[in-house]
């Protein structure tokens, strides 16, 4: 699997995967955490050491009635003392620095969803689509709700991507059954074919009528370099032309989330903004996903097509 910023051989699937993570992130939490507490404990006694010799120091200076030689020679054996045990301190401090391990923290995406007082936002009453030579799907019925992540699931070909063609309108076959939408609802989408975005990420914002500071702070959360912001968006490459449809869409103002496959293109990194997105904020979603990890980890309905 790549992660951000290495590439991590693991035996299984996406879900194993993601376990064999959290195992390795706990672990290198824990080993943290120990380096840690002996690192704040190494620098105390570096402190306290250099207050002992300090002090003696401080007895020569202030003690007028003393032996002066002995108590220089008691202060300057205690300073060497303290410079040799400073010095093994400061090795140790740095060997253990050497030890911590990096653990990958995941940035926050932010979403646009806009608030509603509709309970109800889609209805989708028995719903079924046809080619004239095929029948993708039949007797669809589901409803999505404010707080719902619901999924579309089922193998290639069973009409998932078609039900939201139908959906927002595109849908090139027969249809019968009964979508039903609440008022002024705004729907965004995440597209599986977006070769329709092209030029340059100014002129996309200003076609797309988003806030174009949002967008390319999305796309820097997403990983994708500053450089590439000058790039025409047909000439990068399809990972990130897959962060600008989904930036599009996250910084898009909605009620109701349409995304078709999301996860295509995005490395583990990005694909766990995506699920701390979800489960943080809740909005509400109609997705099209085969990724059983993510499946598990958002969903609060399936539907199998």
Not at 98 to 121: A, D, F, R, S, W
Not at 285 to 290: D, G, K, N, R, T
Request: include cysteine; aromatic fraction near 6%.
């Amino acid at each position: 699997m790549i992660e951000q910023h290495q590439l991590v051989l693991t035996r299984g699937n996406y879900s194993d995967y993601f376990v064999h993570k959290e195992q390795r992130d706990s672990t290198a939490i824990k080993k943290n955490e120990n380096l840690l507490k002996d690192i704040r404990h190494l620098k105390q006694t570096r402190q306290a050491k250099s207050q002992w010799a300090q002090q003696a120091e401080n007895e020569k200076k202030n003690n007028s009635h003393a032996d002066k030689g002995f108590i220089g020679a008691k202060a300057a054996k205690m300073m060497k003392k303290a410079t040799i045990m400073k010095g093994r301190l400061d090795t140790a401090i740095e060997e253990r620095k050497g030890l911590l391990k990096e653990i990958e923290n995941v940035v926050p995406l932010t979403i646009n969803v806009l608030p509603t007082n509709h309970q109800l936002l889609l209805s989708i009453n028995d719903l079924t689509l046809s080619y004239p030579t095929k029948q993708p799907c039949s007797n669809i019925t589901t409803t999505i709700e404010k707080n719902d992540q619901v999924l579309l699931c089922g193998n290639n070909g069973t009409g998932k991507s078609s039900i939201i063609n139908a959906i927002i309108g595109t849908f090139s076959g027969k249809q019968s059954g009964e979508i039903l939408f609440s008022s002024a609802l705004k729907i965004s989408t995440v597209r599986q074919d977006y070769s329709d975005n092209h030029g340059s990420l100014r002129s996309f914002v200003s076609s797309s009528k988003i806030n174009y500071d949002q967008f390319l702070n999305l796309l820097r959360k997403l990983g994708m370099e500053r450089a590439t912001f000058n790039v025409p968006i047909e000439e990068m490459s399809m990972g990130q032309q897959k962060k600008v449809e989904l930036a599009r869409s996250l910084a898009e103002p909605a009620h109701l989330y349409l995304w078709d496959e999301p996860l295509n293109y995005l490395d583990t990194y990005n694909q766990q903004q995506l699920i701390q997105l979800i489960q943080e904020k809740r909005s509400p979603m109609l997705i099209v996903e085969h990724d059983q990890n993510f499946i598990k980890q958002i969903a609060t309905k399936k539907i199998e097509i």
